[in-house]
């Protein structure tokens, strides 16, 4: 099909590679603008912008698509569809209309949980035990359109968003191609109006360890804001970001090390399986230990 496509950052890198490799034709590549970043503050394209450079395929980052300017643009590529994906901006109408079939989303959900900007992070975080893909035609309201095809992942007991996100990416990625070749024939089915959730977006505030809390609780937020913003609490008066945690035995004081990197919680104890100090690499918990003088608790 001869299909616009829209994504940023990395999660939809993977997408845009396998609607080619499937035969179809991408007529022009939406992504954020380039911005800031690094020690220079340069100005530094998306993930996507950067990977439909190297194919040598047409890019396209509007600030807004609220303009007629852009919507027209947008229209006179004659799109048969669009595959949207962690793109970034709200969609008008009159973009969701342009092309002849439409727009379908890849949401990192299983919908109707889990609506919006987090829901890898947030799925983790919330101790869900599972989670998925949905490829949903995309209308006005936020995630809320019909789905044409879901399919279902199991959680790690140690999985990090980091790595969900790897996965649910290839998910995705699969997933598209099969909605794109069986389009005439699915049948989207509307979401129910129970068990709504919303994935606000991730608060840096989110991000200290409460070591009051459960074990379950606790593990589940590093593991969750894993690899990025990172967990964190401070040991010897330092900032440490916690990246990796596993459930264990063990009770104490809340936020006292009842091992090397095992800390007591409000009720249970994690293990720190992963770790970076300020100004350092992140490491396994056996460098880390190495290298550190470990105090009596974190806070």
């Not at 962690?86 to 949401?107: E, F, R």
């Not at 790897?166 to 129970?194: F, H, K, M, N, Y």
């Amino acid at each position: 099909m001869k299909l616009v496509f829209m994504g940023s950052p990395d999660f939809s890198v993977p997408v845009l590679d396998a609607l080619l490799e499937a035969g179809h034709e991408v007529l022009c590549v939406y992504c954020q603008p380039p911005r800031p970043a690094g020690r220079g503050k340069k100005d530094r394209p998306t993930p996507v912008h950067a990977r439909a450079e190297a194919l040598g395929l047409p890019v396209r980052h509007p600030k807004s698509l609220k303009g007629a300017e852009a919507q027209a643009e947008l229209a006179a590529l004659g799109a048969e569809i669009a595959v949207v994906v962690a793109y970034g901006l709200i969609l008008p109408q009159a973009v969701l209309d342009a092309p002849m079939h439409g727009c379908l989303n890849i949401h990192a959900s299983l919908l109707p949980r889990w609506r919006g900007a987090a829901p890898i992070h947030r799925a983790i975080m919330a101790g869900d035990a599972e989670t998925g893909v949905c490829i949903m035609r995309m209308e006005a309201g936020l995630d809320t359109g019909p789905v044409l095809l879901r399919e279902a992942l199991t959680i790690g007991d140690e999985e990090t968003t980091g790595e969900l996100h790897d996965r649910l990416s290839a998910l995705g990625s699969r997933l598209i191609v099969e909605a794109l070749d069986r389009l005439p024939s699915l049948t989207p089915e509307q979401q129910p109006e129970d068990g709504v959730t919303y994935a606000a977006k991730i608060d840096k505030a989110e991000a200290r360890v409460d070591w009051t809390r459960t074990a379950g609780e606790v593990g589940a937020l590093i593991r969750g804001l894993s690899p990025f913003p990172g967990a964190w609490c401070e040991m010897n008066g330092e900032r440490v970001k916690l990246l990796g945690a596993r459930l264990t035995e063990g009770r104490g004081e809340p936020g006292t090390l009842i091992g090397p990197l095992t800390v007591a919680c409000g009720q249970g104890a994690v293990e720190i399986t992963r770790a970076q100090r300020e100004g350092k690499r992140a490491m396994d918990a056996d460098e880390f230990l190495r290298g550190t003088t470990m105090p009596d608790r974190l806070d």
